[in-house]
């Protein structure tokens, strides 16, 4: 589906379809006997959404003949990058709480799970904003589970193009009181332009001591639609309805690192290779090297 303006999506679709493929991944994770994370609710909310793909992938059922030449090593790196992606922003959030900040927003939530998963200190409160079909659909199938949250979860369904400050406020969030955001996996999906925006939208509600973590993809910038289609095409011959050509905003946008520092944050930048080094997991081969999104540098920051 090619992006538009004013176009929507569920979790079946579209943008939509790249956060159930987030959470198979992280089902995937937290099968693999290195115990490498913990999402027990990755697999659920995947089956729930119900693409035949994704159903396969968890299940270790597809057909990999159609993906060509593809080793078993870069498979593996594949499931180790999303663990510790995962792992990365879980240690965000253990580290802005235990540094007493007590309100939390999740921006374009997805099929993420924090609310319900992290050991989240008393009187935490977590926002989750997404479209309000997304989010109806989450918390439909954690009512199923009979999952209860272990913070205090406000959902916020709508689209990040709108007033979402507004909707925000009129939740309950109080922008006076420190507060950790995560953008995890957004900004590749964002015109330059709304990336700038997001970051100023975030800066004028954080009181001093907040922090927030995201994703630097310097490989966005030289990014091939072409190429993007021609990732996900052994995907669409197996029924996945995924074009990550016609997703992705390429071209010129602000360095995240330095636009953050440059509106009063303190950053830091790990490479990606470094997160598997501390983990003592083995860098993923050289081949993904071609890969646009295989250089990312994983961010977190705080407002002095």
């Keep these: 589906m090619t992006r538009t303006d004013n176009d929507s999506w569920d979790l079946a679709s579209s943008v939509g379809a790249t956060a159930t493929a987030v959470a198979a991944g992280r089902a995937l994770a937290t099968k693999d006997p290195r115990q490498l994370i913990d999402d027990p609710f990755a697999d659920p909310l995947v089956r729930a959404v119900g693409v035949d793909f994704f159903v396969k992938m968890i299940d270790g059922e597809l057909d990999t003949a159609l993906f060509g030449d593809i080793s078993t090593d870069r498979v593996q790196g594949m499931i180790d990058a999303m663990a510790m992606r995962t792992k990365f922003f879980d240690d965000y959030f253990t580290r802005a709480t235990t540094g007493g900040i007590r309100q939390a927003v999740i921006l374009a939530s997805g099929l993420d799970a924090r609310a319900y998963r992290l050991p989240w200190p008393a009187g935490t409160v977590v926002f989750e904003i997404d479209q309000p079909q997304v989010i109806d659909f989450k918390t439909g199938v954690f009512e ?17 193009r709108e007033d979402w400050p ?5 939740a309950g969030f ?18 330059s332009e709304a990336q700038d925006r997001l970051f100023d939208i975030i800066t004028s509600l954080s009181a001093p001591g907040s922090a927030v973590a995201t994703e630097y993809v310097p490989g966005i910038v030289d990014f091939d639609a072409a190429k993007g289609t021609e990732m996900t095409s052994a995907a669409r011959e197996q029924g996945l309805d995924l074009d990550m050509g016609s997703l992705v905003y390429s071209g010129p946008r602000s360095h995240v690192m330095e636009y953050l520092g440059g509106t009063g944050w303190e950053v830091t930048g790990t490479p990606g290779d470094e ?13 993904d090297r071609d890969d646009p999104f295989g250089e990312i540098v994983y961010v977190s920051a705080i407002l002095n």
């Design 166 to 170: 507004a909707a925000l406020l009129a």
């Design 174 to 191: 109080d922008p006076g009181a420190p507060t950790a955001w995560l953008a995890e996996g957004l900004l590749v999906y964002l015109p």
């Design 144 to 160: 199923g589970l009979g999952a209860a949250p272990t913070a205090t979860r406000h959902t916020v369904g709508i689209d990040l």
């Design 275 to 287: 997160l598997f080094e501390r983990s003592g997991l083995p860098t993923p081969p050289e081949g």
